[in-house]
């Protein structure tokens, strides 16, 4: 089945404590993003990449880390979480055609709560 | 801001009543994506509608893009509770005169279909 995984899919830390999520994508898709979720400001975009070791800066990229060493995985890092970081985050995937981006396919999410 | 705004922001109907919301953008598109989120879930991909297209049907939805407005609409027709969810539009933005497109999401419409 095609899909986007997103692992852990709730989180709980500690301000300062390093933690990582994967995404995963079986798609063989070029692109991938990751965005945050938040009430009232809707989905805003983290980091991006176009392909393997191409990466780079969203809307909302400061306190976050990524890397794009294999097509399929994508992970986002978070160096030294901070409270503002609590948030939902989605993983996305999406094939480049000639015009640009075309459908995204999301995982599933991770709820972080950042104490 | 280059991302797509909906309106309104909340849209309550009867079940069987159709459903219309609107995305307005600011800048070039090479396409324009329509999304749909049950709460707290990943985005599910409903329709895309090419900049050199006016008008593109799926099922009960229907999309219109005028990019002489720079505007686009989603109708829903014959609402069912189940389409109950929150719908964001997103262009696919021309960057810089390169060959991809950054996708943007607005704060979506939030639709309640009363059974």
């Known amino acids: 089945e095609a899909q986007v995984t997103q692992n852990p899919r709730y989180l709980i830390t500690v301000t300062g404590k390093k933690l990582t999520v994967t995404c995963s994508q079986n798609?063989?898709?070029?692109?991938m993003s990751w965005y945050r979720q938040d009430p009232g400001l809707g989905l805003r975009q983290i980091y991006y990449s176009m392909n393997v070791e191409v990466t780079d800066k969203g809307d909302v990229p400061e306190g976050y880390k990524v890397s794009r060493k294999e097509k399929r995985n994508f992970p986002l890092i978070l160096e030294s979480p901070s409270p503002n970081q609590t948030s939902l985050y989605f993983c996305?995937?999406?094939?480049?055609?000639?015009?640009?981006?075309?459908?995204?396919?999301f995982g599933p999410g991770t709820r972080l709560t950042v104490l | 801001s280059q991302q797509g705004e909906e309106d309104p922001q909340a849209l309550s109907i009867q079940e069987g009543e159709n459903a219309t919301m609107n995305c307005s953008y600011k800048?070039?598109?090479?396409?324009l994506q329509w999304y749909r989120q049950n709460s707290g879930r990943g985005l599910v991909h409903l329709i895309l509608?090419?900049?050199?297209?006016r008008e593109k049907h799926s099922g009960r939805l229907r999309v219109t893009l005028d990019t002489s407005k720079k505007s686009s609409s989603l109708l829903i027709t014959a609402s069912r509770a189940a389409d109950t969810a929150s719908y964001f539009c997103a262009p696919s933005i021309l960057a810089g005169g390169t060959s991809y497109g950054k996708l943007t999401f607005g704060q979506g419409t939030i639709l309640t279909v009363h059974p």
């Open positions: 798609m063989n898709h070029e692109y």
């Open positions: 509608i090419r900049s050199n297209e």
């Open positions: 800048t070039s598109i090479n396409n």
């Open positions: 996305a995937s999406s094939p480049l055609g000639a015009g640009g981006t075309d459908t995204q396919y």
